[in-house]
């Protein structure tokens, strides 16, 4: 459904921050790689944006249409996490599908969609939602399952922070998420969770980077 709603963005041309994004990329070597997450020279600390959008001017160069369709393939993908969440928590499918739909076609996510620049914030969301239900998935999994489930969602967490630091809020889901479907001994586990909220704000400030302004 996410492709056929915005199959039309393939058309649509850079815009706006897409093309400091570009600039940036173009001037970028491999031996910067490490410098991504370690110094971000007063720019936004986006350690794995840094290395997406360097990859991604060696795939697509100039040609905007790979890069919304790596737009909308996230977007897309958030919105079936939406559903699996919804059904993991609420057992109910109708209830799903609709969140899902209206996550989906909500317009607050347009400019994340056909901005190429969006891509901070779509990645770091799925990332954030996959991890979500991952830690949901370890609440009830039981012996290796539930130790892969927990390693995969704190991992996922991590790098979402690295996509865009509006996922910081992420974390105190996990926590709501343990303490409601959880048992006493396992809310303990979502501590890590909050841990990640320090390291990184520590890492960031470690290397000079801008400070969060609500900005793409």
């Known amino acids: 459904a996410g492709f056929i709603l915005f ?9 706006g921050d897409d093309f400091t ?7 970028t070597y491999l031996s910067d790689i490490p410098k991504f997450f370690i110094d971000a020279t007063g ?12 990859a991604a001017y060696a795939l697509f160069w100039f040609k905007p249409s790979g890069y ?5 393939a996230l977007h897309t993908s958030s919105a079936v996490l939406v559903y699996l969440l919804v059904r993991q928590t609420v057992n109910k499918t109708f209830v799903a599908i609709g969140s899902s739909l ?5 317009a607050i996510h347009h400019e994340n969609i056909f901005w190429i620049s969006g891509i901070s914030s779509l990645a770091g969301a799925t990332s954030a939602l996959a991890s979500v ?6 609440l009830k999994n039981v012996r290796w399952v539930r130790l892969l ?5 704190l991992l996922l967490m991590a790098s979402s922070l690295l ?8 974390p105190l889901v996990i926590v709501v998420s343990a303490i409601l479907f959880g048992k006493r001994k396992e809310a303990f586990s979502s501590g890590l969770f909050l841990l990640l909220v320090p390291l990184y704000w520590m890492l960031r400030s470690w290397a000079n980077a801008l400070a969060p302004a609500g900005n793409y």
């Open 7 to 15: 199959g039309d963005s393939q058309s649509i041309f850079f815009l």
């Open 102 to 106: 209206l996550f989906l076609v909500m």
């Open 68 to 72: 919304h369709l790596v737009n909308v």
């Open 163 to 170: 996509w865009y630091e509006g996922m910081l809020a992420m």
């Open 21 to 27: 994004w570009l600039a940036w990329a173009k001037s």
């Open 43 to 54: 720019f936004f600390y986006r350690p794995l944006s840094k290395l997406y959008f360097m």
């Open 149 to 153: 489930s927990f390693s995969f969602s």
């Open 133 to 138: 239900y991952l830690y949901l998935r370890f």
